[in-house]
């Protein structure tokens, strides 16, 4: 089965804490694709970040980073001394590329909140 | 650079009746996809075309159906609209990176605001 996990419903925390978002997936396929997106209040959706399975990397844009762990099946996004325009809520998604179909399957959602 | 344009932004409409949206993909991408977000989840895929012809197909109730023009650009037709379709619209585009075994980054339009009265 296909599934992303984002256990964490909502995180409050105080501007320039840092703060982890997690996500756990499920997938057969030996090829597949990671995603995080933002989903401001203003409701679009805006690509963060892409992560192929075979790229084990870990990712650093500016406050942002991501931890890809294939043997825990996890990709972590934390967020270094955020701000109150991180406030969002934040969408991991599955891209099993390799099944044949090409949509996404999104998790849950954390809603992030950074109080200032 | 160029989005994905999606319109209308905002739609009211009354049960029973019909909508239509549409998307019009980043130039030069051949991939569209159409997601569909109630209050509160996580968007749900409907159905995608790739270069005309239908892909893919999710959750996508029969009262509604979807085609890509020749332009690329695609749209959603959505008939006796139900109180529960009231949801936020997502287009997406990419280009299928067929040769990899998968595909670029879907990038997502501003959402088409649907509320069924």
């Known amino acids: 089965a296909q599934k992303v996990t984002q256990a964490q419903t909502e995180i409050s925390v105080v501007e320039k804490e840092d703060v982890t978002l997690d996500c756990v997936y499920e997938?057969?396929?030996?090829?597949?694709?990671l995603f995080w997106y933002k989903q401001p209040p203003s409701g679009e959706l805006v690509f963060l970040i892409r992560?192929?399975?075979?790229?084990?990397q870990n990712e650093i844009s500016g406050r942002y980073s991501w931890n890809f762990q294939k043997s825990t099946s996890s990709f972590n996004f934390t967020i270094t001394a955020s701000q109150v325009v991180d406030s969002a809520v934040y969408f991991c998604?599955?891209?099993?590329?390799?099944?044949?179909?090409?949509?996404?399957?999104f998790g849950t959602g954390t809603r992030l909140k950074v109080l200032a | 650079a160029a989005g994905v344009i999606q319109s209308p932004r905002h739609l009211i409409k009354e049960k029973r009746e019909t909508a239509t949206l549409k998307c019009y993909p980043i130039?030069?991408?051949?991939?569209v996809y159409w997601y569909q977000q109630g209050p509160g989840q996580d968007p749900q895929f409907l159905i995608s075309f790739y270069e005309k012809m239908q892909s893919d197909k999710g959750s996508i109730p029969d009262r509604f159906s979807a085609q890509q023009f020749s332009d690329y650009h695609s749209e959603l037709n959505m008939s006796s609209l139900e109180l529960g379709d009231s949801a936020l619209y997502f287009c997406?585009?990419?280009?299928?990176?067929?040769?990899?075994?998968?595909?670029?980054?879907?990038?997502f339009g501003p959402g088409t605001r649907l509320l069924v009265l």
């Open positions: 997938t057969r396929d030996t090829t597949y694709y």
């Open positions: 992560r192929n399975s075979f790229d084990e």
């Open positions: 997406a585009s990419s280009s299928l990176d067929r040769g990899h075994g998968g595909q670029e980054t879907q990038y």
């Open positions: 998604a599955l891209n099993p590329g390799t099944s044949g179909t090409y949509k996404y399957i």
């Open positions: 130039p030069r991408h051949d991939t």
